[in-house]
């Protein structure tokens, strides 16, 4: 049997702050100043490529994740994850210098690891819903920055 491709969902948003400040934002600890419930548990590592860390889902299942590419400079952090019992994937956030301030990409690739889980996924990546994310994502990044002041 075949399998399906990995589903995918791309979007980029913008805020207006320095690249640095923002790439900080989508870091295994930094996205704690944003992400509710964000309360990544180290297994090794700090944030560097490799470093491997759990936390738990929205629907409280156990999500180990890796650093699989880690490039401040460039703006590139991506990590592999796996959900138990539900998905395994791909987050990549890259972020760029735009218009006096930063453009956030974040594209998720997902793989179902069970016809029940496909449903999971494919709502998961529903472009309305994952729109929606994408928004929250936004809108609590800058409410992060602007808590931090321009000087952090």
Not at 118 to 146: C, H, N, Y
Request: charged letters at 20%; glycine letters at 8%; aromatic letters at 8%.
């Amino acid at each position: 049997m075949i399998a399906d491709s990995p589903a995918t969902q791309v979007a980029t948003f913008h805020l207006n702050a320095p690249l640095a400040r923002v790439f900080r934002m989508f870091t295994v600890l930094g996205e704690r100043e944003w992400a509710q419930g964000w309360e990544p548990v180290l297994l090794s590592g700090s944030e560097d490529r490799g470093t491997a860390f759990r936390t738990r889902s929205h629907a409280d299942q156990e999500v180990i994740w890796i650093v699989s590419d880690f490039q401040p400079s460039k703006g590139v952090v991506s990590y592999a994850r796996v959900v138990q019992g539900s998905n395994v994937g791909l987050v990549d956030v890259s972020c760029a210098h735009s218009h006096g301030g930063t453009d956030v990409t974040v594209r998720y690739t997902l793989t179902a690891l069970s016809a029940d889980a496909k449903a999971s996924v494919d709502k998961f990546l529903d472009p309305g819903q994952f729109a929606q994310m994408i928004e929250e994502w936004r809108s609590a990044t800058a409410a992060a920055l602007d808590r931090s002041g321009p000087s952090r």
